[in-house]
């Protein structure tokens, strides 16, 4: 291994490109939901269970907090579905160069911005 190669280990100065960033945003957007799973199901479950467990979890849902809280849920989901879109268009063969892959990494910000913003006005 050679010693003299240049060491950045300050991760402020690493420039990424948009594609990166998406990817990134994809994985944790992932995981998000994977975490957001058991208390969306906890919610489901308590709502069907009877109709006094119905209105404690429509009350929980009026306060603020809940409400940031399933936005963001939402937002993970609605950016983790247009992204795996991209990647299953990747898959059919469409925007797999690097100029096309930066162009679809832009879309998949742009629209994701928009629809989180719409949804933000639509839980408000």
């Excluded at 300050?10 to 944790?28: E, G, M, W």
């Excluded at 109709?51 to 963001?72: D, H, M, R, T, Y």
């Excluded at 989901?77 to 990647?87: F, Q």
Aim: charge should be positive; include cysteine; proline fraction near 2%.
């Amino acid at each position: 291994m050679n010693s003299k190669r240049p060491v950045n280990l300050d991760l402020r100065t690493i420039k990424l490109p948009v594609t990166a960033y998406t990817s990134i945003l994809h994985r944790i957007s992932g995981v998000i939901l994977f975490v957001a799973i058991a208390a969306l199901l906890w919610m489901l479950d308590t709502s069907l269970s009877s109709e006094s467990g119905f209105e404690q979890v429509k009350s929980c849902l009026a306060n603020p907090l809940a409400k940031l809280v399933i936005w963001g849920i939402l937002s993970a989901l609605l950016y983790h579905l247009i992204a795996g879109v991209r990647h299953l268009v990747m898959d059919a063969g469409i925007g797999e160069g690097l100029e096309s892959g930066k162009l679809g990494s832009q879309i998949v910000i742009v629209v994701s911005a928009i629809v989180i913003v719409l949804l933000g006005v639509w839980i408000w």
